[in-house]
């Protein structure tokens, strides 16, 4: 089962497809496996309209390539920008759209979900999310930023919603 992690944002888009995967040595529990991941931008010199355009024809980009079944997607965090906030939700709604137009399941996780599925507890901050997340998965150093060596955090995060979508959804669903 591949799913499609999504942390939704209009100027920085984290974008992920985990699959599930055997054991290295064909038995024990199955493993979350990164196909894909990237930090998707576009310009602030761009009308709003041309970057919502941009953001659904890289999420349809992706689900044809990697054909994922499910969307994990963050639900909306509201912070004290409520302007930002609304874009931010004009953005899950052409992720959302483009996944229903693909035939795929939704899931929408919150960010608590997200830190109990991935640390444990449910009041971890950025970091230890982070750090667990490389505990958690193999990230191909080859792809992440030259003078960093390490995943943006916006691939981390869109890889944490991924893990919790495989965290909630039934062991049924990973078939292999």
Not at 14 to 28: D, H, N, R, T, W
Not at 116 to 132: F, L
Not at 149 to 159: K, R
């Amino acid at each position: 089962m591949r799913i499609l992690g999504i942390d939704p944002g209009f100027e920085r888009l984290g974008i992920a497809v985990l699959e599930k995967v055997p054991s290295a040595k064909g038995y024990g529990v199955p493993k979350e496996q990164v196909i894909f991941s990237e930090c998707f931008k576009t310009s602030s010199k761009l009308d709003f309209a041309e970057r919502l355009q941009l953001l659904g024809e890289e999420v349809k980009r992706v689900i044809k390539k990697y054909k994922p079944e499910v969307l994990a997607i963050e639900t909306l965090f509201l912070n004290t920008n409520q302007k930002t906030a609304m874009r931010v939700a004009e953005v899950r709604g052409v992720v959302i759209y483009e996944s229903i137009k693909a035939g795929m399941k939704i899931l929408e996780v919150s960010p608590p979900q997200i830190k109990m599925a991935t640390t444990g507890y449910g009041r971890a901050d950025k970091k230890q999310i982070q750090r667990m997340v490389y505990m958690l998965v193999n990230i191909d150093k080859n792809k992440t930023p030259p003078r960093t060596g390490q995943a943006s955090d916006d691939e981390l995060d869109a890889i944490a919603i991924a893990l919790t979508g495989f965290a909630h959804l039934s062991p049924k669903s990973f078939v292999l």
